[in-house]
């Protein structure tokens, strides 16, 4: 037995000295480290600021008077309730390039709020250019439709160029109707300076 145990540890130290000699060079391995990194700015209401040295910009926005904000780490990075009790629920979504297309988009969406398969007279109908400032935007608008139920929602889709920010605005079918003004001036206040 201890025969076969020095064996054993003999070969095992001469492939441990003879399999390191072949004079190569340590390898060495990097993890990418992201060019954008996305923080909160607490110093500020309602920044958001990229880390990307050569561009010093910050997305900001005014929320409507009474509304309140919780702002929140990942890829949405605000939760807003309107003022008051109607069920409304609001977010701000940021994502790398286009977040998707359109259409995929507004289908999914559908079928969150119960519209399982949707013509393509209905898609037409929900989306529309919304004029900004600065950057092209799709509002896309359920409430239009006459086969959505108690639930309805609204999505701003902001498009820059390295990044698509999305509003989503969502509840009571009424109350979504209601807020319809102060929704769009959020919207408007939106910018990326």
């Known amino acids: 037995m201890r025969k076969r145990f020095s064996l054993f540890y003999t070969v095992l130290l001469l492939s441990a000295v003879y399999g390191c000699r072949d004079n190569s060079e340590p390898v060495t391995?990097?993890?990418p480290v992201p060019q954008k990194m996305m923080r909160m700015v607490p110093e500020?209401?309602?920044?958001?600021?990229?880390?990307?040295?050569?561009?010093d910009r910050e997305l900001i926005w005014s929320l409507p008077e009474g509304?309140?904000?919780t702002r929140t780490s990942g890829m949405t990075i605000s939760r807003i309730t309107p003022s008051g009790d109607s069920g409304v629920a609001?977010?701000?979504?940021?994502l790398?390039?286009?977040?998707?297309s359109l259409t995929a988009n507004i289908s999914r969406w559908g079928s969150q709020l119960g519209i399982p398969q949707m013509s393509d007279d209905d898609l037409g109908a929900v989306q529309k250019e919304f004029s900004h400032s600065e950057s092209d935007v799709v509002l896309v608008d359920f409430n239009v439709l006459p086969s959505t139920g108690e639930s309805s929602m609204k999505v701003y889709?902001?498009?820059?160029?390295?990044?698509?920010?999305f509003l989503k605005a969502m509840g009571p079918k009424d109350a979504?109707?209601?807020l319809s003004d102060n929704i769009e001036k959020f919207a408007q206040s939106i910018s990326y300076k």
């Open 29 to 31: 391995y990097t993890e």
């Open 44 to 55: 500020h209401d309602h920044v958001v600021k990229d880390d990307q040295p050569e561009q």
């Open 67 to 69: 509304w309140t904000e």
């Open 90 to 94: 609001v977010t701000l979504t940021r």
């Open 96 to 100: 790398g390039g286009t977040g998707g």
């Open 157 to 165: 889709i902001f498009r820059y160029p390295d990044f698509s920010l």
């Open 176 to 178: 979504l109707a209601a």
